[in-house]
């Protein structure tokens, strides 16, 4: 990102992608919101458009991979936990 604006420009076509979505009743997820800013991206009215989608949809490819690399971890933190809570043993 070159500043905050650029930053707040992406929040805002990352919201609209989603609200999209909504609109069309269509799943929210990764995939889908990946293929609705490319969506955006070739259909930007101006250059800045343009420029803020792909900023966009960067931004959320490499969220998602860093998400990935965290949840490996968590998903194993979260088995350990669950398997604590699940056991009704009481001892008194």
Known sequence: M???N???LCDIAIGDAVLEL???DAPVSRTTLLAQ???MIHAGDTAEDVRVAKLALA???????ADN???SEENVVS???????ADDSTKH
Do not use: C, H, I
């Not at 088995?79 to 809570?85: E, G, P, R, T």
């Open 2 to 4: 070159k500043n905050s």
């Open 37 to 39: 800013l490319e969506k």
């Open 6 to 8: 650029d930053k707040q």
């Open 69 to 71: 690399a965290e949840k």
């Open 59 to 65: 931004l959320v490819k490499s969220s998602s991979t």
């Open 22 to 24: 909504f609109n069309q």
């Open 79 to 85: 088995f350990m936990a669950k398997n604590v809570a």
